[in-house]
């Protein structure tokens, strides 16, 4: 087998396309886009909540429940051959703490509530006894009523965050810095309580009350002002603010709004990384004048390079309004002027879930926002275009699309097509079609495979790229009798087919794998189970990268090569963790003696399979794999030298004291006599020119020897003494703390410690493999920013600013600390 295929066909198809041949015999052809994959998960509690099922852009689901929030992370195993999803799962507990808002001394507080339940007057009692929020002594409610994910980039390692709402109106925002937990990052309802003790329980910009808390419309009032009914987070704002020094730095900011059952709308804003309280910038408070509020979502447009927002607020009772949001404090933020209102009739038909889809219109030839929300068993919906003459509006509904009310509803971050389900199982997708000036929407029912038909479906939730659906259902009704037990599953069908996930990959402008992770497994999962690289992918893989050599393009490669290495292996018919008790004991008399025990048939079991023409076949096959992954991640290998190479002469003036192995990294390029790169000789030589026939060779340790460069994986002295040598600038990691890759056995220098101050060059998507022959290509999208060494999870060429030119030394700090490569591809295929 080689890399590149040598004999062209004359005829070019598109990938995703099969000939009439290759469609009458492709058994992927008859499965369809829809097909079910394992495993099913089952949840040990029965949902709750709005919306129980959400979907991440890093690949992790959360399906909200009466016990907690349980957690699924899709990986791309490429050390595995099960052609199963592989779901990493973890879970968040419902506090056992209730909790208790903050409305005023708890004196006061407690005489309030002792007058009010005792009243004469029923109106008053009833209406205090019945609130499970005044009164929490009547029962409340345990589990979560909605979870929302943040955008890439928001946590230490660049994840995303989750806000979760308890059922006993609880805000609270969770991170997963370390493998398998969850940590509370931050209390936003304790925090907006104390902030709004300090101000009296005034509203924005008034004096405080003069009612007390023995008046039940204040303490109405108060209760309410800090009850969340919803909550969403913004995309991440970047702006550049300028040092002392000149510099410019650039700094990220997210926006976190929450919809208080009062109509008042809180807008939080962090700065990024979010590593607890002390990252919240500003907390400002909007009033909406919103009745009966019910739902809430971002409103984003781009028009003329400007990108505006503005929050989409639903009310139980139907109207729908964008609100704008001023935030003077935000730098390059625009928003509305006024209000803007979608629909205003109040027809008593709640709205349920809002979306909102960025898209271009063909016919105006300009960016547009399509606002779409679930209103019963209705659709409505609206777009909005800025042109010449202001903003236009048009809006409508989509009638007979369920015959029950829509109980979910979600729409792909990468793509134009709209799910909804209704609690009858009925599974419907609309595809957004422009006319001159308004919209249609072409209507397709979701025929679901056998296990997911007719079962009863409380949410939904599609992949960023639209490739996998995500459903919670139970059992529904079989011959019109209920079941006698309802246990909850998650389960996945796919929307795409692997000929679909592999056109797009190839053209997609995202250029990294881990954002399209779940086309990804797709691809991976025809390649398991053809045991194949389809012949059409293969062929327009190797001419995109002979044409533009683009490392993504090369990290995908190296990827579907390992999957088909796995594709040969036979899987185990015991579990590896099991131990074997077929090896025979030998004494010792009947070794000196050469008596043979039951061991000695293993050369008959090797001769036997030399003798199998099919198991000499595969073992061929499988050297030519394994010779096929060394020569890409040779070539990844050298590339991405060259670029530690290049950062090494930019911004360095000598090379004495850097801390990568120059020497030994030119040396190791130039031993290779096949590899002819003149760009890769001039730099060396220039390198060699500045370090003026030094070689600043790194020294063991222990005992103070030279650790030669002949390994990219590791570094051995003269007396034994191995280290693990750095993925990302091949140092000699001679400390006992670094991080380890948990799936593959790469391992990354720490960060270099706070105290010091230190800036960075510019050291962007380079590209590097890891130490295994056959583990996962790791690359970091940026591995240099102009930042201090915050704990971000990338690897950072830093130079000391404080110290002479002539001694500036590089150091880096690499790795994501406690998760494994594959998790998030973005920093190994990526």
Same mark, same amino acid.
């Given at each position: 087998?080689?890399?590149?295929?040598?004999?062209?066909?004359?005829?070019r198809?598109?990938?995703?396309?099969?000939?009439?041949?290759?469609?009458?015999?492709?058994?992927?052809?008859?499965?369809?886009?829809?097909?079910?994959?394992?495993?099913?998960?089952?949840?040990?509690?029965?949902?709750?909540?709005?919306?129980?099922?959400?979907?991440?852009?890093?690949?992790?689901?959360?399906?909200?429940?009466?016990?907690?929030?349980?957690?699924?992370?899709?990986?791309?195993d490429?050390?595995?051959?099960?052609?199963?999803?592989v779901?990493?799962r973890?879970?968040?507990?419902?506090?056992?703490?209730?909790?208790?808002?903050?409305?005023?001394?708890?004196?006061?507080?407690?005489?309030?509530?002792d007058?009010?339940?005792?009243?004469?007057d029923?109106?008053?009692?009833?209406?205090?006894?019945?609130?499970?929020?005044?009164n929490?002594?009547?029962?409340?409610?345990?589990?979560?009523?909605?979870?929302?994910?943040?955008?890439?980039?928001?946590?230490?390692?660049?994840?995303?965050?989750?806000?979760?709402?308890?059922?006993?109106?609880?805000?609270?925002?969770?991170?997963?810095?370390?493998?398998?937990q969850?940590t509370?990052?931050?209390?936003?309802?304790?925090?907006?309580?104390?902030?709004?003790?300090s101000?009296?329980?005034?509203v924005?910009?008034?004096?405080p009350?003069?009612?007390n808390?023995?008046?039940?419309?204040?303490?109405?009032?108060?209760?309410?002002?800090?009850?969340?009914v919803?909550?969403?987070?913004?995309?991440?704002c970047?702006?550049q603010?300028?040092?002392?020094n000149?510099?410019?730095?650039?700094?990220?900011?997210?926006l976190?709004a929450?919809?208080?059952?009062?109509?008042?709308?809180?807008?939080w804003?962090?700065?990024?990384?979010?590593?607890?309280?002390?990252?919240?910038?500003?907390?400002?408070?909007?009033?909406s004048?919103?009745?009966?509020?019910?739902?809430?979502?971002?409103?984003?447009?781009?028009h003329?390079?400007?990108?505006?927002?503005?929050?989409?607020?639903?009310?139980?009772?139907?109207p729908?309004?964008?609100l704008?949001v001023?935030?003077k404090?935000?730098?390059g933020?625009?928003?509305?002027?006024?209000?803007?209102v979608?629909?205003?009739?109040s027809?008593?038909?709640?709205?349920?879930?809002?979306k909102?889809i960025s898209?271009?219109?063909p016919?105006?030839?300009?960016?547009?926002?399509l606002?779409?929300?679930?209103?019963?068993?209705?659709?409505?919906?609206?777009?909005?275009?800025?042109?010449?003459?202001?903003?236009?509006?048009?809006?409508s509904?989509?009638?007979?699309?369920?015959?029950?009310?829509?109980?979910?509803?979600?729409?792909?971050?990468?793509?134009?097509?709209?799910?909804?389900?209704s609690?009858?199982?009925?599974?419907?997708?609309?595809? !957004?079609?422009?006319? &001159?000036?308004? *919209?249609?929407? $072409?209507? /397709? =029912?979701?025929v679901?495979?056998?296990?997911?038909? %007719?079962?009863r479906?409380?949410?939904?939730?599609?992949?960023?790229?639209?490739?996998?659906?995500?459903?919670?259902?139970?059992?529904?009704?079989?011959?019109?009798?209920?079941?006698?037990?309802?246990?909850?599953?998650?389960?996945?069908?796919t929307?795409?087919?692997?000929?679909d996930?592999?056109?797009?990959?190839?053209?997609?402008?995202?250029?990294?794998?881990?954002?399209q992770?779940?086309?990804?497994?797709?691809?991976?999962?025809?390649?398991?189970r053809?045991?194949?690289?389809?012949?059409?992918?293969?062929?327009?893989?190797?001419?995109?990268?002979?044409?533009?050599g683009?490392?993504?393009?090369?990290?995908?490669?190296?990827?579907?090569?390992?999957?088909?290495?796995q594709?040969?292996?036979?899987?185990?018919?015991?579990?590896?963790w099991? !131990?074997?008790?077929? &090896?025979?004991? *030998?004494?010792? $008399?009947? /070794? =000196?003696?050469?008596?043979?025990?039951?061991?000695? %048939?293993?050369?008959?079991?090797?001769?036997?399979?030399?003798?199998?023409?099919e198991?000499?076949?595969?073992?061929?096959?499988?050297?030519?794999?394994?010779?096929?992954?060394?020569?890409?991640?040779?070539?990844?290998?050298?590339?991405?030298?060259?670029r530690?190479l290049?950062e090494?002469?930019?911004?360095?003036?000598?090379?004495e004291?850097?801390?990568?192995?120059t020497?030994?990294?030119?040396?190791?390029?130039?031993?290779?006599?096949?590899?002819e790169?003149?760009?890769?000789?001039?730099?060396i030589?220039?390198?060699q020119?500045?370090?003026n026939?030094?070689?600043?060779?790194?020294?063991?340790?222990?005992?103070?020897e030279?650790?030669?460069?002949?390994?990219?994986?590791?570094?051995?002295?003269?007396?034994?003494?191995?280290?693990?040598?750095?993925?990302?600038?091949?140092?000699?990691?001679?400390?006992?703390?670094?991080?380890?890759?948990?799936?593959q056995?790469?391992i990354?220098?720490?960060?270099?410690p706070?105290?010091?101050?230190?800036?960075?060059?510019?050291?962007?998507?380079?590209?590097?493999?890891?130490?295994s022959?056959?583990?996962?290509?790791?690359q970091?999208?940026?591995?240099?920013?102009?930042?201090?060494?915050?704990?971000?999870?990338?690897?950072?060429?830093?130079?000391?600013?404080?110290?002479?030119?002539?001694?500036?030394?590089?150091?880096?700090?690499?790795?994501?600390?406690?998760?494994?490569?594959?998790?998030?591809?973005?920093?190994?295929?990526?």
């Open positions: 087998m080689a890399a590149c295929s040598p004999n062209r066909a004359p005829d198809v598109e990938v995703g396309q099969l000939t009439e041949a290759e469609r009458e015999n492709d058994p992927w052809a008859a499965l369809g886009p829809v097909v079910k994959r394992d495993p099913v998960i089952k949840l040990l509690s029965p949902v709750s909540g709005l919306e129980p099922l959400t979907w991440s852009e890093d690949h992790r689901i959360s399906a909200s429940s009466t016990s907690g929030i349980s957690l699924m992370e899709v990986v791309c490429v050390h595995g051959n099960k052609q199963d999803l779901l990493h973890t879970s968040i507990p419902v506090p056992d703490q209730v909790c208790e808002l903050k409305v005023g001394p708890a004196e006061e507080l407690l005489r309030a509530k007058k009010f339940s005792s009243s004469s029923p109106a008053m009692s009833q209406s205090f006894m019945l609130d499970r929020v005044l929490p002594t009547v029962g409340v409610h345990k589990g979560i009523l909605y979870t929302s994910w943040s955008p890439l980039g928001c946590d230490a390692n660049g994840r995303c965050l989750l806000a979760s709402l308890t059922l006993d109106h609880r805000l609270t925002i969770h991170s997963s810095t370390k493998r398998l969850w509370v990052v931050a209390d936003l309802t304790q925090l907006y309580g104390e902030s709004l003790e101000r009296g329980y005034s924005p910009g008034g004096q009350s003069k009612a808390l023995l008046d039940l419309a204040e303490l109405q009032r108060r209760y309410r002002m800090q009850t969340p919803r909550m969403e987070w913004s995309s991440v970047t702006t603010h300028v040092q002392t000149n510099e410019c730095k650039d700094v990220g900011t997210v976190l929450v919809l208080m059952e009062n109509g008042d709308l809180v807008v804003q962090f700065c990024l990384p979010i590593l607890g309280k002390d990252s919240v910038l500003s907390c400002n408070t909007i009033q004048g919103v009745l009966s509020p019910s739902v809430l979502a971002w409103w984003e447009y781009e003329s390079g400007r990108k505006m927002s503005g929050l989409i607020v639903g009310s139980k009772l139907g729908v309004k964008i704008p001023n935030l404090a935000v730098k933020y625009f928003t509305l002027r006024q209000p803007v979608l629909w205003q009739e027809d008593q038909i709640p709205v349920h879930n809002i909102c898209l271009f219109h016919k105006q030839n300009c960016n547009c926002s606002v779409v929300a679930a209103r019963g068993s209705y659709l409505f919906w609206c777009l909005l275009l800025i042109s010449k003459a202001g903003l236009n509006v048009h809006n509904h989509v009638t007979g699309l369920h015959s029950t009310p829509i109980v979910s509803m979600t729409a792909s971050r990468q793509g134009s097509s709209i799910y909804t389900c609690m009858d199982g009925t599974v419907k997708k609309l595809t !957004p079609i422009f006319t &001159d000036m308004a *919209v249609a929407f $072409k209507q /397709e =029912e979701i679901l495979p056998e296990g997911l038909a %007719g079962r479906i409380h949410g939904i939730a599609v992949s960023p790229h639209g490739a996998y659906l995500a459903l919670v259902s139970t059992e529904g009704m079989t011959n019109g009798q209920h079941p006698v037990s309802r246990p909850y599953q998650v389960q996945f069908v929307l795409k087919t692997p000929n996930a592999a056109a797009e990959l190839l053209e997609s402008p995202v250029q990294s794998l881990f954002k992770t779940d086309l990804l497994d797709l691809v991976r999962w025809r390649v398991l053809d045991k194949r690289i389809p012949a059409l992918l293969q062929e327009e893989l190797d001419d995109k990268v002979h044409n533009t683009s490392p993504y393009l090369w990290r995908l490669k190296l990827f579907l090569v390992r999957v088909l290495y594709s040969l292996q036979k899987a185990p018919v015991e579990a590896r099991r !131990p074997t008790h077929e &090896d025979s004991k *030998v004494f010792v $008399k009947d /070794e =000196e003696g050469g008596v043979v025990g039951e061991g000695g %048939g293993g050369e008959e079991e090797v001769v036997s399979k030399l003798q199998d023409p198991a000499r076949a595969l073992e061929e096959q499988t050297g030519e794999v394994i010779a096929w992954i060394e020569a890409v991640e040779a070539h990844l290998t050298r590339e991405h030298m060259k530690v290049g090494v002469y930019l911004h360095t003036w000598i090379t004291n850097t801390s990568i192995p020497r030994g990294v030119c040396d190791f390029l130039t031993s290779d006599p096949t590899y790169d003149r760009a890769a000789q001039v730099l030589g220039h390198i020119k500045k370090m026939k030094q070689t600043f060779p790194e020294y063991c340790s222990l005992c103070k030279v650790l030669p460069f002949t390994d990219r994986k590791q570094a051995v002295c003269s007396n034994g003494h191995m280290w693990l040598r750095c993925v990302l600038s091949y140092q000699a990691c001679q400390t006992l703390a670094y991080r380890r890759c948990l799936l056995d790469s990354a220098r720490l960060p270099v706070e105290g010091q101050v230190l800036t960075g060059s510019s050291l962007s998507s380079c590209s590097l493999i890891s130490i022959s056959y583990s996962a290509l790791t970091y999208k940026k591995v240099l920013e102009n930042t201090q060494t915050g704990s971000r999870g990338y690897c950072r060429v830093l130079v000391h600013s404080a110290t002479p030119p002539s001694s500036r030394t590089i150091g880096q700090a690499c790795g994501e600390p406690g998760l494994h490569c594959l998790q998030h591809l973005c920093a190994c295929l990526d």
